[in-house]
Nanobody, 119 residues
Framework: QVHLVESGGGLVQPGGSLRLSCTMS????????MGWYRQAPGKQRELVAV???????NYGDSVKGRFTISRDNGKNMLYLQMDSLKPEDTAVYYC?????????????WGQGTQVTVSS
């Protein structure tokens, strides 16, 4: 079992920045990938950014060049640096971890943190 807790959300003006953090605990091994997703009201959950065990990163088209995903394996932390924020970035942001054990994939999710971009 992997437990995830997001933090760092809040209200920010357009053009501002926020840094989200995800604290991981539990059986943190055999992790294939870690990522951030978001869900706005009335919309489906979408990929924001993902980082694989080898360090490869991938970003959603709408955040490329503005958001940066990073991790600190020693501290079991995942981060999302969000710059040049836009009102359309308003959503609940979720941390996610994909784990593979004996050929079975397990996906874990945090409870989410609200990000609101508004003047």
């Amino acid at each position: 079992q992997v437990h995830l807790v997001e933090s760092g959300g809040g209200l920010v003006q357009p053009g501002g920045s926020l840094r989200l953090s995800c604290t991981m605990s539990g059986r943190i091994f055999s992790i294939n990938a870690m990522g951030w997703y978001r869900q706005a009201p009335g919309k489906q959950r979408e990929l924001v950014a993902v980082i694989t065990s080898s360090g490869t990163t991938n970003y959603g088209d709408s955040v490329k060049g503005r958001f940066t995903i990073s991790r600190d394996n020693g501290k079991n932390m995942l981060y999302l640096q969000m710059d040049s924020l836009k009102p359309e970035d308003t959503a609940v942001y979720y941390c996610s971890v994909s784990q593979a054990l004996r050929g079975i994939r397990y996906d874990y999710w945090g409870q989410g943190t609200q990000v609101t971009v508004s003047s």
